[in-house]
């Protein structure tokens, strides 16, 4: 048993004084001046008390590139961020596109008792585009959603029975929206800064008219649908005006297209190579509005680890991502939250319950009476460095590196039992 005492709880419907009691896996009581003989004390005050982060959307690297990241190294930085459970991406080698592999990753979490390792399915055989994965199949060995990111997938005859495949199955498809033809070979967003620094643009449309088809396809489908890594105002405006129209779209964005713009390529900081790429400030003032106005869903990590050396290239030849779990939280806090852009509650939507909504996970994202006892403990007070050198991942690989934050977890208790961070 675990007992939180003077915690300030927050969740997606507001705030709380009290304490917190856990017995086992479950959240048995919550009040205030709580005792309980033989539980474990942990003193919260001055502290926030928020559900679990969810991630919805990270790059675990298991099997085949361990050398970038693993799900044990994975799972420990997920706990250093304060997530306790993350979805694991496909795009694997091999891919994670049948039973057996999604058994693999659920075997591999299991036996590294960390954050909680949700495997996403692929939508087609190895992410090849053409014919689709053992959605059935997957989802009874513990898929938890399916999708090729990394790669989208380009026919639309494909992306049509998909969504309805995973209609059927209670599968949400979480789509890397961008359409190839149009992005070609472009390594940053294409304006000024990519003709300043002479690198190859990606034009913002090679995403918006991604977006655009997704969103039509889930229409005709009726099928859920979550787009991945929005980036631009006109991909914002596109999943607001479908939601008045009351598609099953929801979407998520990550932190560095709320904090950061394409003025970081200028350096030629290749962390700064992200798809989508930087984009500029009218994006990142859309993206702000969004999550403000609750057009965006979900704040996602995104968390791509590269290996040192791979990232110590010529931009145009180092791998696109950044790493994102141990930084999300303290960057949403810092530029929306301490900006007064949202509340809390807001942040704890974004971060916990909206995520565990929209993938059905009804046993957390919440702090109340008989949820999952997933839980982590914020000092909203902590200012700090981002110092790569103390990350868990093994992907030091962060744009934030050296950037000024508010905002630490220094405690996450998993299914009732606190961890090591």
């Known amino acids: 048993m675990i007992l939180l005492k003077n915690a300030t709880v927050v969740n997606a419907g507001g705030m709380q004084q009290t304490d917190v009691l856990t017995d086992g896996e479950i959240i048995t009581r919550i009040a205030p001046n709580i005792e309980c003989f033989g539980a474990e004390v942990i003193d919260c005050d001055g502290k926030l008390v928020f559900p679990g982060?969810?991630?919805?959307?990270?790059?675990?690297?298991?099997?085949?590139?361990?050398h970038k990241e693993d799900i044990r190294s994975g799972s420990l930085a997920a706990l250093a961020g304060g997530y306790t459970t993350v979805c694991c991406m496909p795009n694997t080698d091999?891919?994670?596109?049948?039973?057996?592999?999604?058994?693999?990753?659920?075997?591999?979490?299991?036996e590294c008792g960390n954050a909680d390792v949700l495997p996403v399915g692929c939508i087609t055989r190895g992410q090849k585009g053409e014919e689709l994965?053992?959605?059935?199949?997957?989802?009874?060995q513990g898929a938890i959603a399916v999708s090729d990111d990394g790669l989208p997938v380009d026919s639309g005859a494909v992306m049509l029975n998909a969504l309805k495949y995973a209609k059927t199955f209670g599968l949400t498809l979480l789509s890397h929206s961008e359409d190839k033809s149009i992005s070609g070979n472009g390594v940053v967003n294409a304006g000024e800064n990519a003709t300043a620094s002479g690198l190859r643009g990606i034009p913002k449309a090679a995403e918006s008219a991604a977006v655009a088809r997704d969103v039509l396809l889930a229409e005709e489908a009726g099928a859920r649908l979550?787009?991945?890594?929005?980036?631009?105002?006109?991909?914002?405006?596109?999943?607001?005006?479908?939601?008045?129209?009351?598609?099953?779209?929801?979407?998520?964005?990550?932190?560095h297209y709320f904090a950061a713009t394409d003025d970081e390529i200028l350096s030629y900081n290749t962390n700064a190579k992200i798809n989508p790429p930087l984009r500029g400030e009218r994006d990142v003032d859309a993206i702000v509005q969004g999550i403000a106005d609750g057009t965006i869903d979900v704040i996602a990590t995104d968390h791509a680890p590269h290996h040192f050396d791979e990232k110590n290239k010529e931009f145009d030849y180092a791998p696109f991502g950044t790493v994102g779990l141990e930084t999300a939280f303290s960057v949403a806090y810092t530029r929306l939250v301490l900006t007064e852009t949202i509340k809390l509650s807001d942040l704890c939507r974004l971060m916990s319950a909206a995520p565990a909504s929209i993938l059905g996970l009804t046993d957390r994202g919440r702090i109340e009476v008989g949820a999952r006892a997933d839980m982590v403990i914020v000092d909203p007070d902590d200012e700090y460095t981002v110092d790569t050198a103390y990350f868990k991942?093994?992907?030091?690989?962060?744009?934030?590196?050296?950037?000024?934050?508010?905002?630490?977890?220094?405690?996450?208790?998993?299914?009732?039992?606190?961890?090591?961070?």
């Open 133 to 140: 994965a053992e959605f059935g199949h997957m989802k009874a």
């Open 226 to 255: 979550h787009v991945c890594h929005v980036s631009t105002a006109e991909s914002v405006d596109i999943i607001r005006q479908a939601k008045k129209r009351g598609v099953k779209v929801t979407c998520e964005t990550c932190p």
């Open 393 to 421: 991942s093994k992907g030091k690989n962060s744009l934030f590196d050296g950037w000024r934050l508010n905002g630490s977890v220094v405690g996450v208790i998993v299914k009732g039992e606190k961890k090591q961070i």
């Open 53 to 66: 982060f969810i991630d919805m959307h990270c790059h675990l690297r298991e099997p085949g590139q361990t």
């Open 94 to 110: 091999p891919p994670i596109d049948n039973g057996g592999a999604v058994a693999y990753i659920r075997k591999r979490s299991a």
